[in-house]
């Protein structure tokens, strides 16, 4: 068993539990169940900010901890004010150390989009990310049948929630695709093995229709690596490790973006 693998089957085991002690109908009745959602598609494509989707992420499978003593809300306001497009909150606990709680609080404090960042497996889980208030949800095509993620994806819509589809490879993609979904991410980091590759986003971008938010998510370090997937043709770039080491995520986000900002208009300066 694989650690994909792994997650997946205990996440199943979580959600059967949490299902039965806080059933759908109290999910309802939460302040953000009927609230608008800001949709995460037109934040990152909005020319006027940085397509950056920064993620707060205190631990991973494959490095342990991250960061242990991040505050949600600091980071979180911090990531808005230094330019970021939208929010991803981890909200696994077992293996990412995150908690619905962090997704709550990024919410009290920020109006921008939010990605709940989970192993989605059951409608329950898009039920309570719709009660936390979560803007868009993940599904991962490496966890999930194709008719499941379909089935998942419309459920998802039907709540008015967007959907970012994680994909590693094309197969992944051409079986997965479907109507109900806004994004597609292209992470680099193989969920099986762990190991990054930033090939993996240049070698599928033309393979996503271009009706669809192109992101490319992990493994990105550098502005520069912006300026190339962005050339490339990607829209939207989830980076959370990058920020997360530093002792202050926050201002290393303000510093990666304005680089990237500076960058970007030498790039501009240049065509012209």
Do not use: W
Not at 104 to 122: H, S, W
Not at 135 to 154: Q, V
Not at 212 to 234: H, P
């Amino acid at each position: 068993m694989n650690i994909l693998e792994k997650i997946i089957a205990d996440k199943r085991r979580q959600v059967a539990e949490k299902s039965s002690i806080l059933p759908v109908k109290l999910l309802e009745q939460s302040i953000y169940f009927e609230g608008k959602v800001v949709s995460i598609k037109k934040y990152v494509t909005n020319p006027e900010k940085s397509g950056i989707i920064a993620e707060f992420k205190r631990k991973s499978p494959s490095k342990g901890m991250i960061n242990g003593s991040a505050s949600v809300e600091k980071v979180s306001i911090g990531y808005m004010q230094a330019g970021a497009s939208a929010l991803s909150i981890l909200t696994d606990k077992e293996y990412f150390g995150g908690t619905n709680e962090d997704l709550k609080t990024a919410r009290k404090f920020n109006f921008c989009p939010i990605l709940r960042k989970d192993f989605v497996v059951d409608e329950y889980q898009i039920i309570e990310a719709k009660s936390i208030g979560a803007d868009c949800i993940l599904l991962i095509a490496a966890a999930l049948e194709p008719a499941k993620l379909k089935e998942l994806a419309s459920f998802a819509k039907s709540l008015g929630l967007e959907v970012l589809l994680e994909v590693h490879d094309r197969e992944e993609l051409e079986k997965s695709l479907n109507e109900n979904v806004d994004l597609v991410g292209v992470n680099n980091r193989n969920l099986k093995t762990f190991e990054v590759s930033l090939d993996t986003s240049l070698d599928l971008v033309n393979q996503i229709p271009s009706n669809f938010v192109k992101v490319s998510e992990s493994g990105i370090s550098d502005s520069k690596t912006l300026i190339e997937l962005k050339k490339a043709g990607y829209d939207g770039f989830l980076i959370g490790e990058r920020f997360m080491k530093s002792a202050r995520p926050d201002q290393a986000a303000y510093n990666f973006i304005k680089e990237y900002r500076k960058l970007l208009a030498a790039t501009e300066l240049s065509k012209s």
